[in-house]
């Protein structure tokens, strides 16, 4: 299962990687294409599609990565057990957060079928529904940081008992 997750982890950071070099070429070449008084219309919609999904899948890789998501200067000075609280309460009041996002991001992306992308043809539930994707995948970093919080603890110390 680790090595399912490890190529799933590295499949997402190469498909936000690919996704920001597309957006990048696509702005680049949407603003020479208007400078030559010939715009490409569809850049901006297929620019605000890649953007949601950017968005939402480059948080779970930021949020994968470092635990970024705290004021270690402030929290390094309460004790080691308020620190674990406080540690805890964070990452639910985030799950919580992430919960509402999917509860109301999904009857949103449902909603938003009907509604096209001007240029693109395509329903706008195609971004929308990064919200609620993004945030289940958010979820579950979060999950897989929080359990190996406790493991990495729990081994400490059954290694300092066995001194």
């Not at 950071?13 to 010939?38: C, K, Q, W």
């Not at 001007?118 to 994707?133: D, E, F, H, N, R």
Request: proline share 2%.
């Amino acid at each position: 299962m680790k090595k399912l997750y490890y190529w799933f982890c590295k499949f997402e950071e190469a498909i936000v990687a690919l996704l920001i070099l597309l957006l990048t070429g696509l702005v680049f070449l949407s603003a020479i294409m208007r400078t030559m008084n010939h715009p490409i219309n569809w850049a901006q919609d297929f620019a605000l599609l890649l953007f949601a999904w950017i968005i939402m899948l480059g948080a779970d890789v930021a949020l994968r990565r470092a635990d970024f998501i705290r004021i270690s200067l402030l929290v390094e000075r309460f004790p080691a057990i308020a620190q674990k609280f406080l540690y805890y309460l964070w990452y639910l009041l985030i799950i919580i957060f992430l919960g509402i996002l999917i509860r109301y991001g999904i009857p949103l992306a449902i909603d938003s079928r009907l509604r096209l992308f001007q240029t693109l043809g395509i329903s706008y539930s195609w971004a929308t529904i990064s919200v609620p994707v993004g945030a289940m995948l958010m979820i579950l970093t979060i999950i897989i940081k929080m359990a190996k919080n406790i493991l990495t603890k729990k081994e400490t110390e059954d290694a300092k008992e066995a001194i």
